[in-house]
Nanobody, 120 residues
Framework: QVQLVESGGGLVQPGGSLRLSCAAP????????MGWYRQAPGKQRDLVAA???????NYADSVKGRFTISRDYSKNTVYLQMNSLKPEDTAVYYC??????????????WGLGTQVTVSS
């Protein structure tokens, strides 16, 4: 069973910053696209940011210019630096690892999630 271990969530005031971390097994981290998703109560789980093995990134429009995703191959860890946080960023954030096989089947793994609450 592949484990993605998240950390770094918490309570922060509007305008503040948090950094989320997700550690993955080396065999996964080196070849999978790593990403962060979030899910607010009563809403679907949506992509926040992703980074592939080549370092290419993509972001949800709502976080562009505020969030930065990065990966450290020496630590098998992906980070999500979140700045200028807003109350609408409040959600459970999930780490995701995904890749497509040669037959175009999706393989993916999820972390258990970490709560981010933005409130004064």
């Amino acid at each position: 069973q592949v484990q993605l271990v998240e950390s770094g969530g918490g309570l922060v005031q509007p305008g503040g910053s948090l950094r989320l971390s997700c550690a993955a097994p080396g065999s996964i981290f080196s070849v999978y696209t790593m990403g962060w998703y979030r899910q607010a109560p009563g809403k679907q789980r949506d992509l926040v940011a992703a980074i592939n093995s080549g370092g290419n990134t993509n972001y949800a429009d709502s976080v562009k210019g505020r969030f930065t995703i990065s990966r450290d191959y020496s630590k098998n860890t992906v980070y999500l630096q979140m700045n200028s946080l807003k109350p609408e960023d409040t959600a459970v954030y999930y780490c995701n690892a995904r890749r497509y096989t040669w037959s175009n089947s999706l393989l993916q793994y999820w972390g258990l999630g970490t709560q981010v609450t933005v409130s004064s």
